[in-house]
């Protein structure tokens, strides 16, 4: 069977890895054992399931044998009562199998930098941006993640032109990536007079955040600027010179952080989002070749998709990409978020099973 040949294969390489970890050359080289650590995590369920899927098979093997060969009316009972129960459990394992076995993005497990801009709409994009930003945060607090401001650009009238975050947790990127693309809100603005609905956006990106290991800086490459904090603060805006701002010099990436009071960290902030952006021009090249590979990309970070709407006078939230409706906008925005990203999860797993096994 091509799948226990695919999950003999996996297991050989696990225990591959195993061995190779263990040695002290390996253990020596950092960069490389948090590679092969990384990678053996992500073999461990699909062992697992193997293991309890050849149990099955055995089980199922066995009480077929017993079947043939018994002449005992109780045996030939009880056998037929394990084949019963046992089939629907190997379609179960089978179906999880092949969820496992598909291809994973190999960025899913990381930390996220999340970028949310107002678009077209005047003030009143600024304010959704704001609204977008909330509805992050409270998702965040729901996983147990932790969502640390970067960077803030506020709006004239609330909200934000600019704000960058950064989410810190279990496999966020893999969950946040859907939210990439353009959001737009159709309301009545607090600012106008006649009643009339408006149409406005704001984009959000979300990339992967690079680690020290992704992307190699080089000190000579960046140039270093302090200023006063414009921002919240405290006693420390406009009096001390915290603020950083970061220009990396071969690429014309600039990056700023004044969140923290402190220089240091607001310098390690910075360098975390100048590695993920330098990171970015390197992933939407993986994004592209996706995108060759299946003709609807869920989850592609094509910034200038419109990926959904929030419809605020029917209560509606449109998810364009799988055509989905949801009646539960004020949940949504509340950030109860879970069943809408469950279902595009659902989407894309359907849209790579497709690709893994067509042939």
């Known amino acids: 069977m091509e799948i226990l040949d695919k999950l003999e294969a996996i297991k050989d390489r696990y225990n591959e890895i195993a061995r190779q970890m263990s040695e002290p050359t390996v253990m020596e080289d950092m960069k490389r054992y948090v590679k092969l650590n990384k990678d053996y995590k992500e073999l461990e369920p699909v062992v697992k399931a193997y293991q309890s899927y050849k149990n099955i098979l055995g089980n199922i093997s066995s009480a077929k044998e017993l079947l043939k060969t018994e002449k005992d009316p109780e045996f030939r009972t009880m056998a037929k009562e394990e084949l019963e129960e046992l089939t629907p459990k190997k379609e179960e394992m089978e179906e999880e199998i092949r969820l496992l076995l598909i291809p994973k993005d190999p960025q899913d497990s990381k930390n996220a930098v999340m970028e949310i801009r107002a678009g077209t709409g005047g003030d009143e994009a600024g304010i959704f941006a704001g609204d977008l930003f909330r509805m ?69 990106v979300v990339l992967p955040e690079a680690e020290e290991f992704d992307v190699e800086l080089n000190d000579k490459d960046i140039r270093k600027d302090t200023f006063c904090s414009s921002g919240p603060g405290g006693q420390s805006v406009n009096t001390t010179y915290s603020a950083i701002r970061l220009t990396h010099i071969p690429s014309g990436i600039v990056v700023s952080c004044q969140d923290e009071k402190s220089q240091l960290k607001n310098l390690a902030k910075a360098m975390k989002v100048l590695r993920t952006r330098l990171f970015e021009l390197e992933y939407n090249k993986y994004l592209a070749e996706m995108a060759t590979k299946r003709k609807t990309m869920v989850s592609s970070g094509d910034r200038s998709a419109k990926i959904r709407t929030y419809n605020w006078a029917q209560g509606r939230v449109t998810d364009h990409r799988i055509n989905l409706n949801m009646y539960n906008l004020q949940q949504i925005i509340d950030g109860d978020l879970i069943e809408l990203i469950e279902k595009l999860q659902i989407a894309e797993n359907a849209e790579r099973l497709k690709e893994e096994f067509k042939e």
Request: proline letters at 1%.
């Open 136 to 204: 992050y945060q409270k998702f965040c607090e729901t996983k147990g993640w932790k969502f640390d401001v970067v960077n803030v650009n506020e709006g004239t009238a609330g909200g934000f032109k600019e704000v960058v975050i950064e989410v810190s947790g279990d496999g966020v990127y893999g969950i946040l990536k859907f939210e990439s693309g353009v959001h737009r809100v159709q309301r009545v603005p607090k600012t106008e007079t006649q009643g009339r609905v408006h149409t406005s956006a704001a984009s959000v």
